[in-house]
């Protein structure tokens, strides 16, 4: 069964710094992609960034945060820097079955149905 359990949130600065973790079990995370995801209250859920064989991050947040993979960990992290208050939202990793060396060109939440509980992050002075 597809498990995931988003760890890291908190609370920063605007500029600050926080690195969010995706820790999966009982997968083999190639086979999946994996993306972050955020809503804050009254808005819509919106894609972060997204990684299959390919990375892709979202404009909102290009240049300020990265995804990555740590095969060894069995963990999907996204690194914030330059934190801005209209980041501040819950969020949240998903994934989707996708196939090994398969790129994924979208990082749209309905394309994926498996999800985590979520993390709050909150940005202010």
């Known amino acids: 069964q597809v498990q995931l359990v988003e760890s890291g949130g908190g609370s920063a600065q605007p500029g600050g710094s926080l690195r969010l973790s995706c820790a999966a079990s009982e997968f083999t995370l190639e086979y999946y992609a994996i993306g972050w995801f955020r809503q804050a209250p009254g808005k819509e859920r919106e894609g972060v960034a997204c990684i299959s064989s390919a990375t892709l991050v979202k404009d909102p947040v290009k240049g300020r945060f990265t995804i990555s993979r740590d095969k060894a960990k069995k963990t999907v992290d996204l690194q914030m820097n330059s934190l801005k208050p209209e980041d501040t939202a819950m969020y949240y990793c998903?994934?989707?079955?996708?196939?090994?060396?398969?790129?994924?060109?979208?990082?749209?939440?309905?394309?994926?149905?498996?999800w985590g509980q979520g993390t709050q992050v909150t940005v202010s002075s």
């Open positions: 998903a994934a989707q079955f996708v196939g090994i060396g398969t790129v994924v060109t979208g990082c749209a939440p309905e394309d994926y149905n498996y």
